[in-house]
């Protein structure tokens, strides 16, 4: 057996995997998009199949590693490997016995975690919370996801742990993907940014958002799509994302006020793509709200779109 | 020397100690109401001469004692003793060396801690948070303070953690007695509720709540006036109250997305008498914001009026 082990990050739009050494160097890596038909078991046949081509780019055997970590979303019960509720991937409202099948395919122990815990945990050991006895992640993409390590450990609560994005930042307020008002998310996700671009559009408001997104071929307002649209100076882009930055900087710093850590990292897609543009913004809506006088390191995830990958790996020996 | 430990809870109303034996039980007490006026060498000196009469109460000596423990308000220096910041106590904005006082008179070693931490601490150890591995305490009084208690452990983060009251609840909301606006405090706190209702009856309101405070010779709209202008059906009271519990539910299932812990436990002055009485109601606004399909516990505090004076005695043995 070799002493590689393996990483499958599963997003809604890619998967990525990683083969990595002791030290948390990447020896190989393969994507695949995401199945967006289909069932759960197209799902877990796509993430062999890279798993299988990132062994391979190390010189490895799937079955020679030590083991594979799974960062999913929806819920994911470490215990079992079953994971439930993975809305944004096809035919996955029930349950799916992840760990299980991959096991089967790739011929090695299989663990199973939260993609954004996960993500959080390969910040603190590799990345830019090294360091940290405690640290909250902020992950700015589809949705807002936390992840939290304190005292060193990862706090994982009941088993579900970290959802900054649904802490209420106005209650009564706009209307969340997840159904309740006011939080966190329903201001700064990416989806719900969509949805509000959208009514702005049919409301009569001048975007060119959509336009942008067809011209580019693209499913959905993309980061990227985000990214151009405000460079170009599109108004009700910039509003969006300024209301984003200011929902973000409010949840955060409720998390902040409970819990009092030394860190907070900022990643996720959105988070990579303009966090650090949009640094100074957010920290003064932080200030703004942090009981404390002094603010914990704020700063951004440094393992880039490996993160997830890598810390689903770390799942191997946790 | 004696097994007994001496624990006081310095109040901005009052100050109660304890002097309990190695299984929690409270052998001697005395309290004594907080000084108004003078400086924080007077407050220390209430302090002591209340210890030193629980010590007699359970036939002991002060300096005989295995070390006493202060719950304190304001920013308390766990290491050093020094009590800095503690508004709510005469001349108090600076700092003061209240352990190393108190070492002096009492002839003890003495330990300072945070005055809702230890409260918390008291009802996981020997109140109604017993046999839970993580719980929030919710201390609704003249703020709203916080405890936690994470992995059987309490978290102090980098030593303030905890500040519930302090959570944003609705960006760009009500101003707090913090100077922040949108704090859960800002709503549910009782000196805000104060205001608030000073505010509605300046405008036209018609309440009886400051006819009562007079009638009862109360300085403040305590909790048993609130309570005596609610029976009576006075609508500026129920309404605040009212507020107060959709504001506690909202912030309070925040913190759960957050830590996703086992149990919530209610304590504080309003706390303590409202909470029964509005349970449902606050589950209910829980419940509207809590993103996982099992609540935590919800319990009230069993320690009542000594469980700050009982925590404060546990510091000894932390």
Not at 69 to 92: F, I
Not at 124 to 141: Q, T, Y
Not at 206 to 229: C, N, Q, V, Y
């Amino acid at each position: 057996m070799s002493d590689l082990r393996g990483g499958i990050d599963l997003g809604g739009t890619k998967i990525q995997t990683a083969v990595i050494d002791p030290d948390g160097n990447v020896k190989g890596e393969a994507r695949r998009p995401t199945p967006t038909k289909g069932t759960p078991a197209d799902v877990a046949a796509a993430m062999s199949e890279a798993l299988v081509e990132a062994a391979q780019g190390a010189g490895a055997e799937s079955g020679d590693l030590q083991g594979v970590g799974v960062g999913s979303p929806g819920d994911a019960d470490e215990k079992t490997g079953v994971v439930s509720d993975a809305r944004n991937l096809p035919g996955w409202e029930g349950s799916f016995p992840l760990g299980e099948t991959l096991e089967k395919e790739l011929g090695t122990k299989v663990h199973i975690g939260n993609d954004v815990q996960v993500a959080t945990e390969a910040e603190f050991h590799l990345g830019a919370g090294k360091g940290f006895d405690s640290l909250i992640g902020v992950f700015w993409g589809t949705g807002v996801g936390g992840g939290l390590i304190l005292g060193g450990k990862p706090w994982l609560g009941r088993g579900a742990a970290g959802e900054i994005g649904h802490m209420v930042i106005k209650r009564g307020g706009a209307k969340c993907p997840c159904g309740r008002r006011g939080c966190m998310e329903a201001y700064a996700g990416r989806k719900a940014m969509e949805e509000e671009a959208k009514r702005r559009h049919d409301d009569g408001h001048k975007t060119d958002l959509f336009k942008l997104m067809e011209k580019h071929e693209k499913p959905r307002l993309t980061s990227s799509i985000w990214g151009r649209a405000i460079d170009n100076g599109d108004k009700v882009a910039t509003e969006l994302i300024e209301r984003a930055i200011e929902a973000l900087g409010t949840g955060t710093a409720s998390a902040i006020n409970l819990l009092d850590p030394e860190a907070i990292i900022i990643g996720g897609g959105l988070g990579l793509r303009f966090g650090e543009h949009y640094i100074d913004a957010l920290l003064t809506e932080m200030r703004k709200h942090v009981f404390f006088e002094t603010m914990p390191e704020v700063k951004m995830a440094s393992l880039g779109d490996l993160g997830g990958a890598v810390g689903a790996s770390l799942l191997v020996s946790r």
